[in-house]
């Protein structure tokens, strides 16, 4: 992104707003569970931009890797952490990398999957949107009703799709995966130790090494790991069973490609011009127009068994 005097990730730039997209997802996960149990995956290489927001986050509950080859590790080893103090703990987490017109709509949706997860089967779910606005460059979920329980049973998943092919599934009532999910740190752990052979005693002990510091995770543990093995930790169905709820009109957008990047930034900037003229925030112009964005709507705790952790 050119936006700023240096260029970064989008997820560290102002896009047409006062937070940056990680900021914003910060104060999600400040909002459904104590600033102490937040926790954040992040690569070294952009310290300069994360760093600054993360001043509530302890070193502790800060996992930094050196490459992007590392970023699985990262997540694995931050859902480790949660795990090893009680598998009971619920996780939830939220993309740095996304944006969200109405957050009320988000935050709403992200407390009532919370409150419904004691009673789905698989121990975790995903949030899928549904907006007026069709999605750019987003992944899809095909989803179906499941014969006992709450939610939606996910039968496919659509990586980026054409545009026509997008818009067939939108039509079928497809939802955009939003990459947010929320469960049992007992069920994360099984299913990276069931697709990552050995690779969790590993991150634990490196846990552990880290004894109230950072915890840096090194691109050498993926070191003589087959492709395949690197490939068959995914997050979403059917590698990782789980049930979808529909959220709709939160105007969401993965900002996954230039392109989506590039439409908000558009969006931002036809606003800022509105403004000048009748004097309406942007806020409330974004809630009035339907959003931007696709087709859409720890640590154990020590005050409940919910944490959120934030992939930067």
Request: charged share 15%; with cysteine; hydrophobic share 45%.
């Given at each position: 992104m050119g936006l700023e005097r240096d260029p970064a990730p989008v997820q560290y730039c102002r896009l047409g707003e006062a937070a940056t997209p990680l900021q914003r997802s910060l104060h999600h996960a400040a909002a459904i569970?104590?600033?102490?149990?937040?926790?954040?995956?992040?690569?070294?290489?952009?310290?300069?931009?994360?760093?600054?927001?993360?001043?509530?986050?302890?070193?502790?509950?800060?996992?930094?890797?050196?490459?992007?080859?590392?970023?699985?590790?990262?997540?694995?080893?931050?859902?480790?952490?949660?795990?090893?103090?009680?598998?009971?703990?619920?996780?939830?987490?939220?993309?740095a990398r996304c944006f969200v017109a109405r957050e009320w709509i988000l935050r709403r949706a992200l407390n009532h999957a919370l409150l419904e997860l004691p009673g789905i089967p698989e121990g975790a779910v995903t949030l899928g949107m549904l907006d007026i606005e069709e999605g750019i460059d987003e992944d899809y979920f095909v989803v179906g009703r499941p014969p006992v329980g709450r939610g939606l049973r996910i039968d496919g998943f659509a990586r980026r799709p054409v545009p026509w092919v997008?818009?067939?599934?939108?039509?079928?009532?497809?939802?955009?995966?939003?990459?947010?999910?929320?469960?049992?740190?007992?069920?994360?752990?099984a299913h990276i130790s069931k697709n990552w052979p050995g690779i969790s005693r590993q991150l634990t002990r490196l846990v552990a090494a880290a004894a109230g510091e950072e915890c840096a995770v090194p691109s050498l543990l993926n070191r003589g790991v087959p492709r395949a093995v690197l490939h068959s930790l995914r997050w979403h169905p059917?590698?990782?069973?789980?049930?979808?709820?529909?959220v709709c009109g939160s105007g969401w957008s993965g900002l996954k490609t230039a392109r989506s990047v590039a439409r908000?930034?558009?969006?931002?900037?036809?606003?800022?011009?509105?403004?000048?003229?009748?004097?309406?925030?942007?806020?409330?112009?974004?809630?009035?127009?339907?959003?931007?964005?696709?087709?859409?709507?720890?640590?154990?705790i020590v005050y409940s068994n919910q944490g959120s952790y934030v992939q930067s």
């Open positions: 569970a104590p600033t102490s149990q937040v926790i954040v995956t992040a690569f070294a290489e952009y310290r300069n931009f994360w760093e600054p927001s993360l001043w509530f986050v302890r070193p502790e509950r800060r996992f930094v890797c050196d490459s992007r080859a590392a970023s699985q590790l990262s997540s694995a080893a931050a859902i480790l952490s949660v795990a090893a103090r009680s598998p009971s703990n619920v996780i939830t987490i939220l993309p997008s818009r067939h599934l939108r039509q079928h009532g497809a939802l955009v995966a939003s990459g947010i999910m929320i469960g049992y740190a007992g069920v994360f752990a059917p590698a990782f069973p789980q049930r979808v709820f529909g908000m930034v558009d969006y931002f900037s036809s606003c800022a011009e509105s403004e000048v003229v009748d004097g309406t925030p942007i806020g409330e112009r974004i809630s009035a127009m339907g959003g931007m964005g696709g087709h859409k709507p720890s640590d154990p």
